[in-house]
């Protein structure tokens, strides 16, 4: 298990972190992680919520039914949200772009996997969200009550899955 603060990382409370969901997930994107040493991947993600849910400080994450990562979602307890700063954008871009089904995509950016409470997250990034999944369910096509976000969305039927979890620790560098 990796050292967090001989890596730059102070553990923080999730409602001390100023966390703003607009720029740090739809502007800056963000990392979705399942998995541990055994096996783990990571892919982009710039859709989600930070909020109150159940009296919790909670995320919500949402991926398509064909993403690789869903697999490694469904099968753990636990995911990381990792933030970074703007000098690793094109990281990111690889980590959308490329599958970790058919390739170490990983081998194609300057990202250092970091093992910390039996998840994965990165040691590139500035913020680390460890997330309980709390609650999932596959988003449906009667439920759009504006019909055009079905149509410019969906239209292969791709319902992403809704992931709302529990931030269980934050480490912030």
């Known amino acids: 298990m ?24 739809g502007a800056q ?25 159940w009296g919790k400080p909670c995320v919500q994450t949402v991926i398509r039914p064909q993403r690789y990562t869903k697999e490694f979602l469904d099968k753990s307890e636990y995911f990381t949200l ?22 170490d995509k990983l081998a194609q950016t300057s990202l250092t996997p970091l093992f910390t409470d039996g998840v994965t ?19 449906e096509s009667d439920c759009f009550t504006e019909r055009d976000l079905d149509g410019a969305n969906y239209a292969a039927g791709d319902y992403h899955y809704a992931y709302i979890a529990e931030i269980v620790k934050a480490y912030k560098k």
Do not use: H
């Open 2 to 25: 990796a050292d967090m603060a001989a890596l730059g990382f102070k553990e923080t409370a999730p409602e001390q972190l100023g966390f703003d969901p607009f720029s740090r997930i």
């Open 29 to 53: 994107w963000m990392l979705v992680t399942a998995g541990d040493e055994g096996g783990f991947n990571t892919m982009t993600a710039s859709w989600g919520f930070a909020g109150v849910m």
């Open 82 to 103: 990792s933030f970074f700063p703007e000098e690793n954008r094109k990281d990111l871009a690889v980590c959308g772009r490329v599958s970790g089904r058919d390739t």
């Open 121 to 139: 997250a990165f040691e590139q990034a500035e913020l680390i969200l460890v997330c309980k999944k709390l609650y999932v369910q596959q988003l």
